[in-house]
């Protein structure tokens, strides 16, 4: 009557069917109560236990608008949110129908009341919403119109938004007929997976169940092409998660009517971890790689279609289900999973929506490791460069016979460039000059290890000279200047 939003136009399983009509039950109490005793002439009694009380209640329930949006924020949570948000619309649409309802009958008269009330057990509680508007647009009471027509939008959007948190998902077209503590048919749907059934059958069954079929179908067609391209994408120079990616879309391909939605895990030829991380892997190659993003929107179809292989127990459950619609037997017996069905389809939506989640985040990382690496290029590229700046002061002060200068500035390139070979090179050999013997000869060695072919000869030769051959050499060298120092790479 007072026109709460319901479940109508939602796919609902039992819990959101049980929140959304107990609250409307309330409603319905609240305006029943109301109406009475305004027929009976106790206005007051009407404003003081019930009007009152409603208005400060819906007041209130505002300020639990933050916590219904950090519920909402919170994955594990998201569902409590929308529960809360629902109550707050419903809240608000109670004291919207009772505020119309006092206006049009003190204003109007009581037949104005009454007939809204009247109107709105046939449409969803909007008559009375539909006479308040007709009178305040003949009397040009347009902020009272506005305002009214403005905040019963907003407590539907407000209502829709807190349902969709709870999982009911929107249809285009759906009709429902709830009896209480009875099983729930939900046809006509778009999605076969929702499809539900009941002894209380008021539609063409053999069109329903071929609708269900022909829509698997087309999923299941849509999945094989997925499968098909990205085995025909991901070879073996993606890497080593290549193998098991084409391995598992062998698998996905080989989905059937009869298991639609309810594939086994033991189906997969490894753990869905690993295949996991195989597709990872071969993410991460393609950003490297720079590919587009049809790439990795076809690994993320192939990563979200993992939700669909379940425990050999939930499989089952959703297989006997299958069998039972393509079978066309609506019988208790057949049915009596139902509970079950919805808690496993449930499950997967849940899981398909978390692998989503984490597979974006896990393109955020990748990409996140690619800039960083980037960066780090950058720092070490600025690093020799100037490496190689004070490579250049060095050489300059060394042949201006500045050697202890020379050896700062070497040691200075060294620590912003220790991979230089040249660097090591040099500064081996003016140690050798300064009689600094071990430390030439091991700068020496360290520079052929980097790269063999530079001429670290003077190493051996003096490594195996006694302390006075060493300086001798040293002397020789330096007086015939037969240590040149090799020019910068």
Not at 155 to 170: D, F, I, L, Q, Y
Not at 248 to 260: D, P
Not at 285 to 293: F, K, L, Q
Request: with cysteine; glycine share 6%.
């Amino acid at each position: 009557m007072i026109g709460l939003p319901q479940t109508r136009g939602f796919y609902a399983s039992r819990w959101q069917i049980l929140v959304t009509n107990n609250t409307l039950n309330l409603a319905i109490l609240i305006g029943v109560i109301y109406m009475a005793l305004m027929a009976f002439g106790a206005e007051n009694a009407a404003g003081t236990y019930i009007a009152l009380p409603v208005m400060y209640v819906s007041g209130a329930s505002t300020l639990f608008l933050p916590i219904a949006v950090i519920l909402l924020l919170i994955r594990s949570t998201r569902r409590a949110g929308g529960v809360v948000l629902y109550l707050i619309a419903s809240l608000w649409i109670i004291w919207l129908w009772i505020f119309a309802f006092t206006v049009l009958y003190q204003t109007v008269g009581k037949w104005a009341a009454f007939l809204g009330a009247l109107l709105s057990l046939i449409s969803s509680g909007q008559g009375i919403f539909l006479i308040f508007g007709l009178f305040a647009a003949v009397n040009g009471a347009w902020g009272a119109l506005v305002g009214t027509v403005g905040g019963v939008v907003l407590c539907r959007v407000v209502s829709n938004a807190g349902k969709s948190a709870m999982g009911m998902r929107p249809s285009q077209v759906i009709r429902q007929w709830v009896v209480m503590d009875d099983p729930i048919l939900l046809a006509e749907q778009d999605e076969p997976s929702a499809f539900q059934t009941t002894a209380h059958v008021s539609m063409n069954l053999r069109e329903a169940i071929e609708r269900w079929r022909n829509a698997a179908r087309r999923q299941i067609e849509d999945t094989n092409a997925v499968a098909t391209k990205a085995f025909e994408k991901f070879s073996d120079d993606y890497g080593e998660g290549a193998g098991d990616v084409r391995k598992y879309c062998r698998v996905l391909s080989a989905a059937t009517v009869e298991n639609f939605e309810s594939r086994s895990e033991s189906d997969l030829h490894t753990t869905a971890g690993d295949i996991l991380g195989a597709i990872a892997d071969c993410a991460e190659v393609a950003i490297y790689r720079g590919e587009d993003g049809d790439t990795i929107d076809l690994l993320r179809e192939l990563y979200v279609s993992l939700s669909n292989f379940l425990p050999e127990a939930d499989a089952k459950i959703l297989t006997d289900q299958n069998a039972a619609m393509l079978a066309a037997d609506l019988s208790e017996q057949a049915h009596s999973n139902e509970i079950e069905v919805q808690r496993v389809r449930e499950e997967i939506r849940s899981e398909a929506e978390r692998l989503e989640e984490e597979f974006d985040q896990l393109i955020a990382d990748i990409e996140l490791k690619l800039r960083n690496a980037e960066i780090a290029g950058l720092h070490k590229r600025m690093d020799q460069v100037k490496a190689e700046y004070e490579g250049m002061i060095a050489l300059a002060s060394w042949k201006n016979g500045d050697r202890e200068e020379a050896l700062h500035s070497y040691t200075k390139a060294l620590t912003l460039d220790s991979d230089s070979a040249v660097l090591f090179l040099n500064r081996g050999n003016l140690q050798l000059e300064m009689g600094l013997f071990e430390d030439g000869i091991a700068d020496l060695e360290e520079a052929r290890r980097l790269d063999s072919s530079l001429p670290c000869d003077n190493a051996d030769i003096f490594k195996h000279l006694t302390p006075d051959l060493r300086e001798a050499v040293r002397q020789s060298m330096v007086k015939a200047k037969s240590s040149q120092p090799s020019e910068q790479e």
